[in-house]
């Protein structure tokens, strides 16, 4: 007798376990179908926040390099003007110089003064010309940057309302998942969980119709379809590994 009490017990905890499950899905397929309506909103979000990251950072990267060709300028244009007055002194000394040896060394000071100016003023082009490049580039960026930023602000605008629109159900929906969730194992949602996310259509549990498998369309046994409707035991499709139920509305009609 006690045997078959627990026996008893035993069932009506699968069962409970079975329905629980099936809730669940009923649940968790709402939610999805609210998630729907927001299509590729949350990725196209993400997208353009990835993207303007990207924009921000090289934006970041070309004002880092105009504003080093801005120090290299102004140290060129220092040593240009050091030169220069470096040979207004030696043009002096020249002139009071007591033989050719000392007229000679302070000419070649001033040649090589000169033949700095120019290496700096070869450089000061160089980077005249480097500049020029980076404020393009600058500019193509921050244009691209605006852009997105204002795709990124609709785009968000739209998500925003539809999650404000749509919060309350899926709440009530989350507490009501929360619910079944209790009535349910750790390793059996572990098992509903992977089955979800490894199914297209997020149908980890479905019911038995018209002698098929309601989430793959496979023939299912009739044995195992009786097993499927006593609830003693979870029962799995071989063909797609989704949960099988029964299909109450098709029982009633039988």
Same mark, same amino acid.
């Given at each position: 007798m006690a045997t078959q009490k627990?026996? %008893?017990?035993?069932? &009506?905890?699968?069962?409970?376990?079975? *329905?629980?499950?099936?809730?669940?899905q009923k649940i968790d397929s709402k939610i999805?179908?609210?998630?729907?309506?927001?299509?590729?909103?949350?990725l196209e979000v993400q997208d353009l926040e990835d993207e303007m990251a990207?924009?921000?950072t090289r934006i970041e990267n070309i004002n880092a390099e105009i504003e080093e060709l801005n120090t290299l300028t102004r140290q060129r244009k220092r040593e240009v003007d050091q030169a220069r007055i470096q040979i207004g002194n030696y043009k002096e000394q020249q002139n009071n110089v007591r033989n050719n040896r000392e007229?000679? #060394?302070?000419?070649?000071?001033?040649?090589? *003064?000169?033949l700095e100016i120019e290496l700096a003023e070869k450089?000061?082009?160089?980077? #005249?010309?480097?500049m020029k490049t980076k404020k393009s580039l600058q500019e193509t960026a921050e244009a691209a940057a605006a852009e997105r930023a204002a795709?990124?602000?609709?785009?968000?605008?739209?998500?925003?309302g539809i999650e404000a629109?749509?919060?309350? *159900?899926?709440?009530?929906y989350e507490a009501q998942a929360a619910q079944a969730k209790e009535k349910i194992e750790a390793r059996l949602l572990a098992a509903y969980n992977r089955i979800r996310s490894n199914v297209r259509n997020g149908l980890a549990v479905v019911t038995v119709k018209r002698d098929s498998c309601g989430g793959c369309f496979n023939h299912i046994p009739p044995q195992r379809q009786a097993d499927i409707r *006593?609830?003693?035991?979870?029962?799995?499709?071989? &063909?797609?590994?989704?949960?099988?139920?029964?299909?109450?509305?098709?029982? %009633? %009609?039988?």
């Open positions: 627990k026996t %008893a017990e035993i069932d &009506y905890s699968m069962q409970t376990t079975i *329905q629980a499950l099936y809730e669940l999805d179908a609210i998630n729907k309506v927001k299509g590729e909103l949350p990207g924009l921000t007229y000679d #060394a302070i000419t070649k000071e001033i040649e090589y *003064q000169e450089r000061l082009r160089e980077y #005249a010309a480097a795709d990124l602000k609709l785009k968000r605008n739209e998500l925003e629109e749509t919060a309350p *159900q899926v709440a009530e *006593q609830g003693k035991k979870l029962i799995v499709c071989e &063909y797609c590994g989704r949960i099988l139920v029964a299909d109450a509305e098709e029982e %009633a %009609a039988e």
